[in-house]
Each structure stands twice: as structure tokens, then as C-alpha cells.
């Protein structure tokens, strides 16, 4: 089983970008996703995260990009979205994602999060 991140590059400031969580060996619907970041020189960063489609189905984003970052799924494709508009220089961060492997969970979830994706890198720059 494993997760794939996808979908970074670079862009300038105020462009956007949807990063791709994919899943090989399992269904993502049955779990809880999140999206994390991490800049050079800082500690990662929790971004984003949904729900198993079993529970709520319910949604979150850190405050720092509410408004801007959107989390989705689509079940047929088995994957995760993360479209970010409005990015800025500071949302500059490899960004990965990750699973807690537990079956129905909520949002945030009770478990760590268990297996992570290789991570895929975002340049926000003119």
C-alpha cells in the first residue's frame, strides 16, 4: 500500500495549483487524508485534512490558508485534492500526504497518521 503526492511546481504569486494524493493498494474513502507542508528550515506543518466518507465527511484547513486551499476527493479516481489558489511565497513547502490507516475515522484524527507519500514541491516565486 502506498500513497503518491503529485502536482507541485512553480508559480508566481496569486496563481494556483491542485496537488493529487493517489492511492495504490487500498481505498482512500474509507480514511482519513491530510495534507502537511514543510519549508526548509521549519517544522511540518498539519495544512489539511477530510474525513473518511463513512463518517462526517467533514472537512479542515488550518487558518493560515482558509479561504485560499480547498480539500476534495474524488472516490472514482481514488484520489485526494488539494487546490490551493491565492498562494503566496510563504506557501513555498514540500507538501505531503498521509493516512492514519484506521478505517472511518473523523477529522482531525485520534491515531497518527501512519503512511505518507513521497511529498511533491511548491515554489511559489516571481
Known amino acids: 500500500v502506498q500513497l503518491q503526492a503529485s502536482g507541485g511546481g512553480l508559480v508566481q504569486p496569486g496563481g494556483s495549483l491542485r496537488l493529487s494524493c493517489t492511492a495504490s493498494?487500498?481505498?482512500?474513502?474509507?480514511?482519513?487524508i491530510g495534507w502537511f507542508r514543510q519549508a526548509p528550515g521549519k517544522e511540518r506543518e498539519g495544512v489539511s485534512c477530510?474525513?473518511?466518507?463513512?463518517?462526517?465527511?467533514?472537512?479542515y484547513v488550518v487558518d493560515s490558508v482558509k479561504g485560499r486551499f480547498t480539500i476534495s476527493r474524488d472516490n472514482a479516481k481514488n484520489t485526494v485534492y488539494l487546490q490551493m489558489n491565492s498562494l503566496k511565497p510563504e506557501d513555498s513547502a514540500v507538501y505531503y500526504c498521509?493516512?492514519?490507516?484506521?478505517?472511518?475515522?473523523?477529522?482531525?484524527?485520534?491515531?497518527?497518521?501512519?503512511?505518507w507519500g513521497q511529498g511533491t514541491l511548491v515554489t511559489v516565486s516571481s
Open positions: 493498494g487500498f481505498t482512500l474513502d474509507h480514511y482519513v
Open positions: 477530510i474525513s473518511s466518507s463513512s463518517s462526517d465527511g467533514s472537512t
Open positions: 498521509a493516512t492514519d490507516l484506521a478505517p472511518g475515522d473523523s477529522c482531525p484524527p485520534a491515531r497518527p497518521y501512519r503512511l
